[in-house]
């Protein structure tokens, strides 16, 4: 099976508020893609506003866009159908054809839909001369057929939401197709303090914990490098207790862990 995930909306357990900060491209999807989802007959008339069939995401590793594109497919009320390019042309590059006639078929059944195309560069990469396995060039060329056969209709309810790290590495072609690109930035430091606040909302804290200090310290950091130092940070509690242990102390029922300090998320860093 190419697909690696089809999730019906209530089944996602992600919505845009589980998501901190990324205020802009929250709203971005909002206009271009929820609406036209939920209220088709405000983009029926005219040509101006025309649900648009393919967005991209694009940014550093680790700042949301898997997430993204999931909240998205649950405040839209539509399945989520995820796939990689990578395991599409280095695992089944055999059958390009049948397999992206499959993809689009299947998707055309669970519309309203959301296909997220995780390294969409290595799918619909720019084309690589005389160095492109010639099968990876077949199934970008099928892939790019079936997106332009979808019918207008249809359009309306598959959107093809590609995500990638390289967006440099997308050819013309593959570009005019994701007429809307949004850019997903790693977190400043207010940013930061957002997402930590999610991540840290419901966990056992000094009362005097300073998370605008953590969010002050943590330059650089992804949401997802954020969530790796929490998670850390939330073990050296648990690792001391586990230590206690093993020096022979004994409780008569498991102990509350201490709570968490500012030292615990400087010393996992
Ligand atoms: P990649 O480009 O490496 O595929 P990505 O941009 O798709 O990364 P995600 O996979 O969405 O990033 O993020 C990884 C994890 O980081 C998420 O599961 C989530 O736990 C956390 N995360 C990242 N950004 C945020 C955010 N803004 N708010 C909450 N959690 C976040």
New binding site residues.
């Given amino acids: 099976n190419f697909i690696s995930a089809v999730v019906p909306p209530g089944e996602i357990g992600i919505k845009f508020e ?5 205020e802009d491209v929250k709203t971005a999807l909002h206009e271009l893609a929820i609406l036209p989802m939920k209220r088709p007959e405000l983009f029926s008339h005219g040509n101006l506003l025309r649900p648009c069939k393919g967005i991209l ?1 694009f ?11 999931k909240a998205l497919a649950s405040e839209a009320g539509a399945n989520f159908i995820s796939i990689t390019g990578s395991t599409l042309t280095s695992k089944w590059f055999g059958d390009a054809e049948k397999l992206t006639k499959a993809l689009f078929s299947f998707a055309s059944k669970l519309a309203p839909v959301i296909v997220f195309v ?2 969409v560069d290595s799918l619909l990469g720019a084309r690589g001369g005389g160095f492109e396995h010639e099968a990876t060039r077949r199934m970008r060329n099928e892939f790019m057929a079936a997106w332009d056969g979808l019918r207008s209709k249809d359009s309306q309810r598959i959107l093809i939401l590609g ?3 390289r967006p440099f590495d997308l050819d013309d072609a593959v570009i005019r197709r994701l007429p809307r690109r949004i850019y ?1 930035d790693l ?1 400043d430091a207010d ?1 930061r303090l ?2 930590l606040k ?2 840290l909302a419901k966990e056992n804290i000094d009362h005097d914990f300073d998370t605008r200090a953590l969010a002050n310290a943590t330059e650089g950091y ?3 490098d ?2 790796n130092l929490c998670i850390a940070a939330a073990y050296r509690p648990v690792q001391e207790l586990l230590d206690e242990e093993k020096k022979g102390k004994k409780h008569d029922k498991t102990p509350a862990l201490r709570p968490l300090n500012l030292d615990d998320f400087i010393q996992s860093k």
């Fill in positions: 589980d998501i901190g900060a990324l995401l940014g550093p590793p680790g700042t949301g866009k898997t997430l993204l594109a995780d390294e995500a990638t790290n997903v977190p940013n957002k997402i999610i991540f992804s949401g997802s954020l969530k």
